[in-house]
């Protein structure tokens, strides 16, 4: 406004099609010794204006001509990143790694790409570079933001796990597994914040109580208190220095740091400036937020490598001197890409203000094509049709050619049903494929003899012979995910538990009054509950309670009908072990069978006995439809038949009936089911259970169950989310 911008300098402006509406106020001052240079042909010079930058309609739709080899349509993005290395491929070694780019206008797909090229052998450098939030530093900033603003289990469980504050922990004399014990801590109490009170035993939570001290005293000095935004700088060159000074940092970390640091320096320093009239006053987390955005466009590109293949971005690719590029993500909304949904700067009031709009993104991305398809000895344009979150894509338009023939062509073969087919790279694996061509590990020879089986273990091995080798005999486990509610094994337990103690208590488990079995049940589910989950738990943890207590409410009624029918209970919860001797004969050698049975009900007029087992699944189920299929004749779990030789540890040695006790969701059907099995169908039970006693003793512990979803703990193993997905089963609560 001032006349102020002035050289006696000659400005040339080489391939700046789209500058900004202030440099070209600036530039307007001095246009008498301006000059730009345009990589374009003369006959479309009516397309740019005195500027040298592009007349946004100026560029028709469609306007490049493309051959059809050079458009590639694939479907995932692991098909980009394959049909990225087949181009690669088809140039045979003729172009050396400094004349080849690959283009990447979609982030997302980098890590893909990356994967590819590493297992061909190719050497890659990502030149876009890691953003600052997406250091060590960052990440560890905006961790520490989001346990500032909520300080949850989850939140700290993320602070926990950065590698900085591991071995800050290590540095403190903090030793142990931390995290897995914050895992089975979060499992079983559901604590949605630590600190206020820790529940269960000292072993429980010894090591994460001074886990929990030694952070406290860390972050000591953000917590709830607001500052002037300049006055936090010293706070987190503090906490900075004790996380991040290493004596022998990696010359990649070395350098990560020394950018950061830079990074953060310039915006604490632009704090500063800010006028004490405008200066805010926030607590730590909003300083982070606003330290984490003035960051957030500092990237980090990795060191020069002349010998490796460039991932660059859009925009950079036409400035690249090479011959050979190799563009992914051509897909409406990445190239061109455009803007709809903007609160305060819709499309339309964008173009009043000569603001960047959607027509302007759309011709510097059909001018930058143009330039690609004219300056390119070979060029490869691969567009998807699903993203990485598996939602439906478009190709560009810009891919559509120029004359209607072409557009139709195109929009067939875009569009089309049939798969796209390819001839696979060498050495990798043929895309398309539904199902891996790799094998989970085979397992040795189990040599230590198995003498004891649980009765429960046979459903297993008829499932999966593999997946039982690897539960009950290698004794694998995974950590339990933590969750924000009580898992259906946890909520089956809790049940479990209150029957026990209502079962043991001889005064009342054979009461006809419905009143009085209910007020015994509340109490020992209230108490029970609170010694789990204390006096104040979370409101889904509440919400469960109520719901175990309406389901028992519904045993009560069905119990007291059940005792005036003249049933008493007179075993619950019976272990027997391995030295009670029970055994199954198999070929002259014995098998101890061992088991828990949660109940044994007798008939006070005839004494037939009921061995019972409690089920508490959202539906209702019965012995016949989980243990046996009879249009086949085939055993699908042995439980409840091996319990009949489980009993004779009691002394009970006559025909049994053999049932479940159902406490499902619908509370009409709260009540118990008999199995109907002959005695020649549990003799058959027992066959097959020999059979598998065989099988465990000969190793027969292979081929692996291709039904995805069983014993999902080993999912990862038996390689079921290779070229798939898991199958959603209901895990049902025993």
């Not at 690669?88 to 004349?99: D, N, R, T």
């Not at 740091?257 to 310039?266: D, H, P, S, W």
């Not at 043991?504 to 488990?509: A, G, L, M, Y």
């Not at 061995?611 to 539906?619: G, V």
Request: glycine share 4%; aromatic share 8%.
């Amino acid at each position: 406004e001032h006349n102020e911008c002035q050289t006696d300098k000659r400005i040339l402006l080489v391939g700046t099609v789209d500058l900004n509406r202030a440099m070209r106020l600036m530039l307007d001052q001095v246009a008498d010794r301006v000059e730009s240079i345009i990589f374009a042909p003369r006959e479309l010079s009516q397309r740019f204006d005195e500027h040298g930058c592009l007349k946004s309609n100026a560029w028709p739709y469609p306007l490049v001509d493309l051959n059809d080899d050079q458009i590639r349509i694939v479907t995932r993005p692991g098909d980009q990143a394959d049909e990225m290395l087949r181009a690669l491929a088809e140039l045979a070694g003729k172009y050396p790694p400094e004349e080849i780019v690959i283009g990447v206008p979609e982030n997302t797909l980098i890590p893909y790409i990356e994967q590819r090229l590493e297992s061909a052998g190719v050497h890659s450098r990502n030149g876009v570079g890691r953003t600052a939030r997406e250091t060590s530093v960052g990440r560890f900033l905006a961790q520490l933001a989001d346990w500032l603003d909520e300080q949850t289990v989850v939140e700290f469980q993320n602070l926990l796990r950065h590698p900085a504050v591991e071995e800050y922990l290590q540095q403190r004399s903090v030793r142990g597994d931390w995290l897995t014990q914050l895992d089975r801590y979060r499992s079983r109490h559901l604590q949605i914040r630590l600190g206020k009170r820790w529940l269960g035993k000292e072993e429980e939570h010894g090591l994460l109580r001074t886990v929990w001290e030694e952070i406290q005293e860390l972050l000591s000095d953000w917590k709830f208190q607001e500052r002037r935004l300049a006055d936090w700088g010293s706070s987190l060159s503090a906490l900075l220095g004790k996380l991040f000074d290493r004596s022998e940092p990696s010359q990649r970390e070395a350098r990560e740091l020394t950018e950061i640091a830079q990074a953060v320096r310039k915006a604490l320093e632009m704090f500063e400036e800010i006028p004490d009239s405008l200066m805010p006053q926030v607590n730590g987390s909003g300083f982070l937020r606003m330290l984490l955005n003035e960051i957030s466009q500092t990237t980090i590109p990795p060191e020069p490598d002349p010998a490796a293949i460039e991932l660059l971005g859009w925009l950079e690719l036409p400035w690249i001197d090479c011959e050979v590029q190799i563009v992914t993500g051509m897909n409406e909304g990445v190239v061109p890409s455009s803007q709809n949904a903007d609160l305060f700067l819709p499309n339309r009031l964008r173009q009043l203000l000569q603001l960047e709009d959607n027509d302007r993104r759309y011709a510097r991305d059909a001018y930058l094509l143009s330039l690609l398809a004219a300056s390119r000895e070979h060029l490869v344009l691969i567009a998807g049709r699903k993203s990485t979150k598996n939602d439906a894509l478009v190709p560009s338009r810009l891919l559509f050619g120029d004359n209607q023939q072409t557009i139709v062509e195109r929009t067939l073969r875009f569009f089309s049903d049939e798969p796209t087919t390819r001839k696979p790279v060498p050495g990798q694996r043929k895309p398309g494929l539904t199902r891996a061509t790799f094998q989970p590990p085979k397992v040795d020879a189990f040599f230590q003899p198995v003498v004891s089986m649980r009765v429960t273990e046979f459903k297993d091995y008829l499932q999966c012979p593999y997946r039982y080798f690897l539960r009950h005999r290698l004794k694998l486990k995974s950590t339990i995910p933590a969750t924000e509610e009580i898992d259906p094994l946890a909520f089956g337990k809790i049940i479990h538990d209150v029957l026990q103690l209502f079962g043991n208590d001889t005064e009342i488990r054979h009461s006809t009054d419905e009143k009085t079995l209910v007020a015994f049940l509340n109490r020992e589910l209230d108490r029970l509950m609170k010694n789990k989950y204390g006096s104040d738990p979370e409101p889904a943890i509440r919400l469960q309670t109520e719901r175990i207590r309406s389901r028992l409410h519904a045993f009560a009624h069905w119990q007291s009908e059940h005792v005036r029918e003249g049933w008493r209970i007179e075993h619950v919860e019976v272990e027997i072990k391995e030295e009670d001797g029970i055994v199954l004969d198999v070929d002259g050698v014995p098998m101890n069978l061992r088991g828990r049975i949660d109940r044994i009900d007798v008939h006070r007029d005839t004494g037939n006995r009921r061995i019972y087992d409690y089920k508490s699944s959202d539906s209702a189920k019965t012995p016949q439809s989980t243990h046996y299929k009879p249009k086949k004749g085939e055993w699908t779990d042995l439980q409840l038949p091996l319990y009949r030789h489980l009993v004779k540890a009691l002394e009970i040695d006559v025909d049994l009936e053999l049932g479940y006790i159902n406490l499902p969701k619908k509370l009409d059907d709260v009540r118990d089911a008999i199995a109907p099995w002959t005695a020649e169908e549990l003799a058959d039970a027992d066959e097959i259970a020999r059979e598998i006693i065989r099988s465990i003793r000969e190793n027969v512990f292979w081929p692996p169950n291709e039904n995805p979803g069983l014993m999902s703990e080993f999912a990862e193993i038996c390689l079921e989310t290779i070229l798939g997905s898991d199958d959603d089963t209901e895990e049902e609560s025993e």
